[in-house]
């Protein structure tokens, strides 16, 4: 499957997961804040930061009861009409550019969601080298249009979507022009569950499109995540915050820097343990063979002794026969007298036996 190139980036099965940070409203209306963000994520090693471009107006409608207004118990944000959640979440859009700015200093690629039009127009005129769609505008075809146009790589949620919709939306932006897609696992409930989600769909995601699939994450740790590596994620989101106590629309199901670096060195050691199908001792393990079970003399024996359970055991080190000859050799007598500890060998049986034994070796191996 071809790799995908974000500036000097690659992102593919043989290179180191892609690890992005999404800020959202963790920032807490505080460009400060926001830029003390940026800098904790390239701290913890991160290799992209996102934004999210809108403002409540581009989002939705001003009003505070019926359809816009929250009332799920279930919701981190009962009790706000979407209106007000989007006006204390959205980034100012005069903020993108010191904090993408920032991004770039500290060696980390900025990029953004747009949730409409005039967002993708804006995030053009900052030249940002790619964009993610999020689960819930995945089923916006003109805007995915509008970004497929640029011909930048796109990223885009799969969550809450069939695999119709997804067929629609690939369609869609490969026909527009996107020649760079990845799709993203994504369970759109916050804080998700690990039950709800679902891992498999990973490689079922990939064969389906022939895209690099990755995982955004809204499970708590880091357990779920390091996990969607072992299924070929190539790419984990997570939302990171400096610390949850803080507060803020995404803050509960965030993550802190040091839970960021740790999924960082956790997902490269995921990754670097998927190795290749190999069976035998690799190199590391050719040293540890001399540690395998093989025959031994355990005790002081003369020319003509009978080999015995009691006088010939399986025991480490391997420098003798290997144990499945242990009964082949069981009733024999040695040609020879033998120290106990003395690894046992072909040689040490009577000459006129040997050959026999030597027969069955083959006869074994074979």
């Known amino acids: 499957m071809r790799e995908i190139n974000i500036v000097d980036r690659k992102i593919g099965s043989s290179q180191k997961p892609f690890v992005i940070a999404e800020m959202s409203g963790n920032h807490n209306q505080s460009l400060e804040r926001a830029l003390n963000i940026v800098e904790a994520a390239a701290k913890a090693g991160v290799h992209g930061l996102k934004l999210q471009t809108y403002t409540a107006d581009t989002m939705t409608l001003d009003i505070n009861e019926g359809d816009f ?23 100012p859009w005069e903020w993108h550019k010191p904090i993408f700015n920032r991004c770039q200093e500290l060696g980390i690629i900025g990029f953004s969601t ?49 695999i119709s919709e997804l067929d629609e939306t690939v369609h869609i932006a490969r026909e527009a022009g996107c020649q760079d897609l990845i799709l993203v696992k994504c369970t759109s409930s916050y804080p998700a ?17 022939n895209v690099q699939v990755g995982l955004s994450d809204h499970t708590m ?54 190795g290749n199908i190999k069976y035998g001792a690799n190199k590391a393990e050719k040293e540890s063979l001399v540690y395998r079970r093989s025959l031994y003399i355990s005790q002081e ?38 120290k106990k500890g003395t690894p046992f060998t072909w040689e040490l049986v009577l000459a006129n036996q040997e050959q026999q034994l030597i027969n069955t070796q083959n006869h074994i191996s074979l």
Request: net charge negative; glycine share 6%.
């Open 69 to 91: 207004y929250i009332d799920s118990p279930n919701s981190l944000w009962q009790g706000k009409s979407l209106y007000q959640l989007y006006q204390q979440a959205y980034t």
């Open 114 to 162: 747009p949730f409409d039009a005039t967002a993708v127009d804006f995030l053009e005129s900052l030249d940002v080298p790619c964009y993610k769609i999020a689960s819930f505008e995945n089923t916006d075809l003109p805007l995915i249009r509008k970004v497929a146009s640029t011909g930048k790589p796109m990223i885009i949620s799969t969550g809450m979507a069939t």
């Open 193 to 209: 569950t690990p039950e709800d989600t679902n891992l498999l769909t990973i490689s079922h995601l990939r064969e389906l499109f």
């Open 221 to 274: 740790g880091i357990g779920v995540a390091v996990a969607s590596i072992a299924l070929g994620a190539t790419l984990i989101e997570k939302h990171f915050t400096l610390c949850r106590a803080d507060g803020g629309v995404d803050s509960a199901f965030s993550m802190e820097p040091a839970e960021m670096q740790q999924l960082v060195i956790e997902s490269q050691r995921a990754w670097q343990a998927l």
């Open 301 to 338: 024996m003369k020319a003509g002794d009978i080999l015995t359970p009691e006088n010939l055991r399986a025991v480490r080190p391997g420098l003798g026969l290997p144990p499945k000859f242990f009964d082949v050799v069981l009733g024999k007598a040695v040609n020879q007298n033998i």
